[in-house]
Antibody, heavy 127, light 110 residues
């Protein structure tokens, strides 16, 4: 049974960089037809997809939310079975609960859904 | 502002049937399949429906999904107190080149 666990600082100062890690257990991030995704939810708002990374061996390919492109990056360390999120130049708008998840994707995104989720980690951007 | 519109809230008494709508457009619901998630604040979101109307193993058959054109709906029959949660539709949007979520519907069991 695959499980995901987010980790990272709960508090980040404005203009700094937010870095989060998702540790995957019960399955390998470099095998199987899965994408490994990040999402977030701000207080009182809905869920927002940040992007995902697809890994095979030592290589990874990312697909990112265009609204965050330029500030967001994702990477993976298959040997540690973790994947990570980096968000630069954060502001109060980036205060949210961040989730990592496993995604299943069909050809040409005919289907795309997150079937396993972490419990989320709260991040506050404040000085 | 989301490209997928849901009612802000829905409610019913135990045993009743509740239907939640999700309205989109040709570049999202009109092109790809719809997913529904259940989210109890403070816990991990849960996959409820995928491929418009498929339930993952372990999800009650009281939950059903459908899609027609550029709209989709989630029905909860035999409403139970444990169904109180936020429900989100989601779909890949070809124009935005990303996964988009609905505005979310809070279901209350009266």
């Amino acid at each position: 049974q695959v499980q995901l666990q987010e980790s990272g600082p709960g508090l980040v100062k404005p203009s700094q960089t937010l870095s989060l890690t998702c540790t995957v257990s019960g399955g390998s991030i470099s095998s199987g037809p899965y994408d490994w995704a990040w999402l977030r939810q701000s207080a009182g708002k809905g869920l927002e997809w940040i992007g995902h990374i697809y890994t095979r061996g030592d290589s990874g390919h990312t697909t990112l939310n265009p609204s965050l492109r330029g500030r967001v990056a994702m990477s993976a360390a298959p040997s540690k079975n973790v994947f990570s999120l980096t968000l630069t130049s954060v502001t109060a708008v980036d205060t949210a609960v961040y989730f990592c998840a496993r995604a299943q994707r069909g050809n040409y995104y005919y289907y795309y859904y997150m079937d396993v989720w972490g419990r989320g980690t709260a991040v506050t951007v404040s000085s | 502002q989301s490209v997928l519109t849901q009612p802000q809230s829905a409610s019913g008494t135990p045993g009743q049937r509740v239907v939640i709508s999700c309205s989109g457009g040709r570049s999202n619901i009109g092109t790809s399949t719809v997913t529904w998630y259940q989210h109890v604040p403070g816990s991990a979101p849960k996959l409820l429906i995928y491929l418009n109307n498929q339930r993952p193993s372990g999800v009650s058959d009281r939950f059903s999904g459908s899609k027609s054109g550029t709209s989709a709906s989630l029905a909860i029959s035999g409403l139970q107190s444990e169904d109180e949660a936020d429900y989100y539709c989601a779909v890949w949007d070809d124009s935005l080149d990303g996964d988009v979520f609905g505005t979310g519907t809070k279901v209350t069991v009266l």
